[in-house]
C-alpha cells in the first residue's frame, strides 16, 4: 500500500507542480486576455454609448434647424405674398388713378369740343341770321351793329334756353 501511496503522492505533487506551472504559464496570460477583452468591450460600449449620444444630439439640432428654416420659408412665403398684394393693390390703385385722369381729360376734351361746336354753331347761326336779316329788310346795317343785335339776341336765348334746360 506505500507504493500506491507513493504513487498517489507522487501523482499528486506532479498535479500540483502541473497547476502551479498551468497557473503561471496558461491561467495569468489567459486571465490577463480575458481581462483586456473585457476592458476593450466596455470601452466599445462606452464609445458606442458616447457615439449614440452625439448622434442624437446632432439629430436634434438638425431637427433644429430644420425647423427654423422651414419657419424661415414659411416667414420668407408669407412676407412675399404681402409683398405681391401690396404691390398688386398699388398696381390696381395707379390703373384706377390713370383711368380717372383719362376720364377726367376725356371728359373735359368732350367739353371744349361741345364749346367750340356751340361757338362755331353760334357764329354759324349769326352769320345766317345776318344773311336773313339782310335780305329781309333789304337794307344795310354795318356788320358790326348786325352782329352785336344777333349776339344780344342769343344771348336772350341762351339765357332763356339754359333756364329751360335746367328746369
Known amino acids: 500500500m506505500l507504493n500506491l501511496n507513493m504513487t498517489f503522492v507522487a501523482t499528486l505533487v506532479n498535479f500540483l507542480l502541473l497547476v502551479l506551472i498551468l497557473r503561471a504559464v496558461l491561467y495569468r496570460p489567459i486571465k490577463n486576455v480575458i481581462r483586456e477583452r473585457a476592458e ?15 448622434a442624437a444630439a446632432l439629430r436634434a439640432e438638425y431637427e433644429q434647424r430644420l425647423a427654423e428654416a422651414r419657419a424661415e420659408a414659411a416667414s420668407i412665403e408669407e412676407s412675399a405674398h404681402q409683398e405681391a398684394d401690396r404691390k398688386f393693390d398699388e398696381i390696381v390703385a395707379r390703373a384706377r388713378d390713370e383711368a380717372r385722369r383719362a376720364h377726367d381729360a376725356l ?15 353760334r357764329h354759324l347761326v349769326i352769320d345766317t341770321a345776318i344773311d336773313a336779316a339782310s335780305r329781309v329788310v333789304e337794307r344795310s346795317l354795318d356788320s358790326a351793329d348786325n352782329r352785336r343785335i344777333v349776339e344780344e339776341f342769343l344771348a336772350e336765348m341762351e339765357s332763356g334756353g339754359s333756364d329751360r334746360q335746367n328746369a
Do not use: F, N
Not at 371728359?107 to 354753331?121: D, P, T, Y
Open 40 to 54: 476593450t468591450v466596455e470601452r466599445l460600449r462606452r464609445e458606442a454609448e458616447e457615439d449614440r449620444a452625439a
Open 107 to 121: 371728359r373735359e376734351e368732350v367739353e371744349r369740343e361741345r364749346r367750340r361746336a356751340w361757338e362755331e354753331l
